[in-house]
Nanobody, 114 residues
Framework: QVHLVESGGGLVQAGGSLRLSCVAS????????MGWYRQAPRRQRELVALITRDGNITYADSVKGRFVISRDNTKITVYLQMNSLKLEDTGVYYCHARSYESYWGQGTQVTVSS
């Protein structure tokens, strides 16, 4: 079992920045990769960024050059630094971990205003 807790969401003006954090606990050694997904109103949940156990990183095209995913050396906390935020970045951001099963955090709201 893996338990994920996100933090760092909020309201920000377009062009601003936010940093999300996701702390993992439980069977963290079994995690193959962790990442962030988001879900905007009336849209499907989509991948934002992920980082594998080996440090390989994938970004959605829509966030390349603006968002940075990273983790601490203990591999317990994963961060998502979001810069140059746009209105279309608004949504609920979910932390995800994949081991033998998929695990999700409770989600944190990010709202970008004009």
């Amino acid at each position: 079992q893996v338990h994920l807790v996100e933090s760092g969401g909020g309201l920000v003006q377009a062009g601003g920045s936010l940093r999300l954090s996701c702390v993992a606990s439980g069977s963290i050694l079994s995690i193959g990769y962790m990442g962030w997904y988001r879900q905007a109103p009336r849209r499907q949940r989509e991948l934002v960024a992920l980082i594998t156990r080996d440090g390989n990183i994938t970004y959605a095209d829509s966030v390349k050059g603006r968002f940075v995913i990273s983790r601490d050396n203990t591999k317990i906390t994963v961060y998502l630094q979001m810069n140059s935020l746009k209105l279309e970045d608004t949504g609920v951001y979910y932390c995800h971990a994949r081991s033998y099963e998929s695990y999700w955090g409770q989600g944190t709201q990010v709202t970008v205003s004009s």
